[in-house]
């Protein structure tokens, strides 16, 4: 044994330690270098045979030797047994866990609806307007042909901002949050001149009870059409084309009178029940037919109040609820099922 040997010995047993990366081998290393049968005793054994005056330079080079591969070895432990405990507590090979898509995002149903509508109007050549959420009076009703004191601006259908600001009739026009979508025809046609061909969609708010038909907020869709000789027959066209690309390619409608006061005349449109396809069933309570939409041609009175001539012009109307045609789509016979965001009636659309 020389000198020069343990230095080499002590270099090899420190390089093989490093090289270990799991505890079998670390644990192989220990039997044959550390134990009391080991490499690094039998050496402490041949110092028997060193000379007395060699002893202590071989003595302190062998302790050297121990001391170093022993504190290396605690700390290869450490190392290995540190990631070995935490591949006991995560399992690299277990599946995934798949993130529902309800939670990873994707459109509410009514907004689904309504992006669908919105792109078969925009393909039939309608732009696409938008208007403020809390109107006035005036355009809310005045200009759309309410007389002061109609029912509709009846403090039960209406959320005014002010609630005792009194009517347009009186010379001010409060705010209240608009209660459906046709305001946005009355400030599309004070500002562009016809040709106009627009659909209007947003949300509306109506002072009511919240039921299972009814919300105090849901969204509509206003179309608007005017120009010089359009008649009630283009709306008819316009209205079976959309429902046709909506519903299905059989669906048909029908119009039946009606009343509003920004048309004349006016007409309810339903669609041929798309379940049982208009021969009668629970959805469409057995009568073939569901009503999705009101319309009509837009009154003079409403073309002069924004300054169009009736006598050059005629324009066509039409407001859909989207709540409800979603509803009637997705046979979703609660509208509050729509706004409680419940994970497990999201996900299904
Ligand atoms: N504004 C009506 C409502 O809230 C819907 C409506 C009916 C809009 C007929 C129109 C129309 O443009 O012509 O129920």
Redesign the pocket.
Known sequence: MTLNEIATIREKLLGDLDAITSMSDLEAFKLAHLTRKGTIAALFDDLRTVSREEKPQFGKELNLLRHSVESRFGEQEAAIGQSAGIAKTIDLTMPARTVPVASSGHAHPIMQTLNEMVAIFEHMGFAVEYGPEIEDDEHNFGK?NFPPEHPARDMQDTFFVKPDAGWSGTGTSPLLLR????PV?IRLMERQKPPIRAIMPGR?YRNEAASARAGVAFF?M???VVDKGVSMADLKGVLLSFARQFFGNDAKIQLRP?F?P??EP??EVDVSCYICGGKGCRVCKYSGWLEI??????HPNVLSACGIDPEKYSG??????IDRTAMMRYGVSDIRNFYENDYRFLEQF
């Open positions: 759309l209660t459906h979508t046709s025809q509306v509509m206003e179309g608007l009606s509003f920004f048309t006016s007409a939409l009101g319309s009509g041609m837009v066509y109307a039409f407001g859909i609820g």
